[in-house]
T-cell receptor, first 112, second 111 residues
């Protein structure tokens, strides 16, 4: 069966520090991969999605970036975090098209 | 905004009662999906209804879709305390390559 791993579960970082969140998927090949951010009490904001290795689409201009170095690995990065980057970050995978997406358990990021 | 909008934002009921949540959207869709999120966790897919379908059932869940009104409803029958969660609709909009999520309905089921 397919599984998705996302870590760390919680992270506290100072303003201006770098960020690297990792997401890996097991049990499927060539998945579509997604990074979302969820502010408290709000819906999901799509940040990046990828349909293949090295293919990244950005939905919202910001100081975050994403990379897909391997088929089932998706990384969210920042060189210098801002206070506004605080939130709950979710990774998800899906098959081609807008079929159901399967989510990781998220990373709670707090910027001090 | 093209995203689905859930209504109500919050719903509080007693165990055994039915819970109904609604989702409205603005443009044509390929399908509409409902997800559940327990506090502090990721979303879990519940049900997908295609644009040519009008009703779907899964256990205690019943989803309807009215494309003429651009709306969908999620009914949870005989609610349990364990149904307490936030529920989101997500639309696969025609011409868009990703899902668009609403802001969710927070459901509280009291014992």
């Amino acid at each position: 069966s397919q599984t998705i791993h996302q870590w760390p579960a919680t992270l506290v970082q100072p303003v201006g520090s770098p960020l690297s969140l990792e997401c890996t998927v097991e049990g499927t090949s060539n998945p579509n991969l997604y990074w979302y951010r969820q502010a408290a009490g709000r819906g999901l904001q799509l940040l990046f999605y990828s349909v293949g290795i090295g293919q990244i689409s950005s939905e919202v201009p910001q100081n975050l970036s994403a990379s897909r170095p391997q088929d089932r690995q998706f990384i969210l990065s920042s060189k210098k975090l801002l206070l506004s980057d605080s939130g709950f970050y979710l990774c998800a995978w899906g098959q081609e098209g807008n079929q159901p997406q399967h989510f990781g358990d998220g990373t709670r990021l707090s910027i001090l | 905004s093209q995203q689905g909008e859930e209504d109500p934002q919050a719903l509080s009921i007693q165990e055994g009662e039915n819970a109904t949540m609604n989702c409205s959207y603005k443009t044509s869709i390929n399908n509409l999906q409902w997800y559940r999120q327990n506090s502090g966790r990721g979303l879990v897919h519940l049900i997908l209804i295609r644009s040519n379908e009008r009703e779907k059932h899964s256990g205690r869940l019943r989803v309807t879709l009215d494309t003429s009104k651009k709306s969908s409803s999620l009914l949870i029958t005989a609610s349990r305390a364990a149904d307490t969660a936030s529920y989101f609709c997500a639309t696969d909009l025609t011409g868009y390559s990703t899902l668009t999520f609403g802001k969710g309905t927070m459901l509280l089921v009291s014992p």
